[in-house]
């Protein structure tokens, strides 16, 4: 299984930007997706997360940003809109016991990032 992320890039501050990641292999199904963050000289974090059963968001994205999937075509979405400076990081993609067809394992697998660079 690989994950490939992409629609990073450099944008205003305020502006939108759409990222997606999107796992390629014979799946059968996928736990939980998520997207997570890493800004220069810190630790990485979560950022939203979304299951067959809810969806949550860090605090200091709460309303600017929406989670969503396409488990047909086992890809996440992250939509970002009113971006800040202090969103610019490395944005992760993460997807939570991935179990392959034949097989009852799950495993967790990361995508490669994405750079998001928000200008002031």
């Known amino acids: 299984v690989q994950l490939q992320a992409s629609g990073g890039g450099l944008v205003h501050s305020g502006g939108s930007l759409r990222l997606s990641c999107a796992a390629s292999?014979?799946?059968?199904?996928?736990?939980?997706m998520s997207w997570y963050r890493q800004a220069p000289g810190k630790q990485r974090e979560l950022v939203a997360r979304?299951?067959?059963?809810?969806?949550n968001y860090a605090d200091s994205v709460k309303g600017r940003f929406t989670i969503s999937r396409d488990n047909a075509k086992n890809t996440v979405y992250l939509q970002m809109n009113n971006l800040e400076p202090e969103d610019t990081a490395v944005y992760y993609c993460?997807?939570?016991?991935?179990?392959?067809?034949?097989?009852?394992?799950?495993?967790?697998?990361w995508g490669q990032g994405t750079l998001v660079t928000v200008s002031s």
């Open positions: 979304i299951s067959s059963s809810s969806t």
């Open positions: 993460n997807f939570d016991r991935v179990v392959i067809v034949g097989d009852y394992r799950g495993k967790n697998y």
């Open positions: 292999g014979n799946i059968a199904s996928i736990n939980a």
